[in-house]
């Protein structure tokens, strides 16, 4: 089993290189300063150091829980089960799935793929066309598997959003064969125009929602969650306690503090919007100028701005190349089961400054 | 598979129960002054909020090394992995150590037992005495096994605490086969008189070592490690990064920043050390006083003391009694692999003050 190429990366540049690498958000708008107050606030209470229930804190369960619930997705604290981030959920789901046949869409997120691999499920890919999977190709495989994992808001890594039509057929189809989804959600909350409601509200019993912190406020409290059925979050509770007994008590002391406030978070949330739409239209309009040979779509919302070169140049060659000239970004084969080289690329467009991206598809460009 | 009897018990019993059941430290001792001063310190730097590394970040990392060089074994932060609390080290383990055999202690720590449960090792029991496991019957197992899980330092649940001539004995038997040690420490600061040396310092390439903040500070970072070959640490990080990619970062810089005190850390610990010195011993007073047929020994560390009635009583059934009178132990059953009813018993004497043992002693002898 080989490292995760972005995780490898992460670790081995340095600060001079521009990294349109990882799924980073932007430094510069973490809300450090209510963060602090929140922080503050609960530090007095020595029970926020003890160790504490496994599934999570209830103040942060019912604030998550109201959140689906006012979007018209009833849920309830026992509905969620807290993870030291989305990665430990999907980790969780992995386990309690180990072994079983699994559809994902093509590209997905390799994160998620390591982590099938790891615990032996076995993924078919689906064509993952301009508004979703390829809907006949997904019953195909759905209907044998009757597992699917997909990420239909600003997927990783294509950026790709699912229609409001292909949302609705995935759900039959996932009725129809009585399986499970697992809708991976880190994104949706980073949409730029208008938020699409999750499949899983429709799913309430064949679906595991993940949700995350990490891409909205900050990673590194490692704060992510699964929303399901009761019965099925007592039974992920049991893997859960044995991988770390509870995620950091003290990060979900903070976070619940801080949700308090719930205008608060909504202005930060549309702030973040805002930033990140800036910066893909700049990056789009960018890679228009220097280099118009690689053919992509703005993104609608998300992190990721993704494209291809087309079949002559093989990205996973060329990055090689690009981090020589301190410059790096991911190369699309790493996003398919088997990583034959291809000419697409994953940006990251979030946590570079304007200066930078500028800087960096000019060095890409050179590497050509 | 079932969850852990003290998770379920820690989250069904009410606030006015006296629990002698879960590993939990004394809220009073934790320095939560000296961590807030910490806390705000490192409250105003945003790479403190961003996704980090996932061995940990490098100041933790060398200033646990620091610790073991200190007391005579070698570590560099190359050697230590950082881990979501000594319980995801085990996991991590577990997982590397899919399917295989494992020799263990009985009674041993019931968290470890479902990790390799959950995993598939196939468990083999070796008796333990009072100086560590008979050491007969353990090479007759690990010379087969060539993997052993031990906590030789006030052992979880017994107390036990490894003799020199043990640990002597175990280092030949495991440089012998050329075997792997897993050597579990997290209590291995709370000695009430003298620390023993590691036996993994004797074997540093056919070792683990895990540690743990969770009882020498505060449970909620959620902050362990593994200390190992380097080559081996590579390895885990794999299965680390899928885990949860990192470890609290937040948590990772708070303590850094703490631990840069060092004496303040040592004065600490001291503390720690006599508050449950005391509470041992005035532990072990009232058994004699209150309850004589509990026949048990004096602890010289950690934070459990174990013991027994004898046949004629099976604490398991006991306990349900005593949780109608509001107070709970983990009986001596769960800590073995086939969990027969016993007499034998593990309290936790850290957790509540001299009232509340004195007050639960009394209700529990009202069971009988």
Redesign the interface.
Known sequence: ????FI?EI??AIDEETISFA?G??S??L?P?QD??EA??KV??N?????????NGINELREQIAKRYSDEGFPTTKDNILIT??S??AM?ILA?FFENKDITIEEPSYL?AM??FR?NKLKMQGVKLENDGVNISEFEKSFKNTKLTYLIPDFQNPSATTYSQEKREEITKIVEKHDGILIEDSPYSELFFDKKMPYISAKLPKNSFHLGSF?KTL?????IGWIRADEEKIKSL???K???????????QYILAEYLKDTQKYEKHLQSIRDDYKAKAEYFSKQLKLIMPEFKHQLPKGGMFLYGTFGDNIDTFALVQECLKKKVVYVPGNQFYIDKVPNGEIRFNYTHSNFEQIEKGIKLIKSCL
Chains 1, 2 share one sequence.
């Open positions: 089993m080989k490292r995760s995780r992460l670790e990882g980073l958000p430094l510069n973490f450090t963060l602090k922080t503050i530090l007095d020595p029970k926020i150091y003890q160790y504490t229930v496994s030291t981030g990665q430990q980790y386990k994160g390591n982590i790891l990490s900050v990673p590194s409290y490692r509770l049991i893997i306690e044995s991988i770390d007994l509870h995620s950091s008590g003290v990060s």
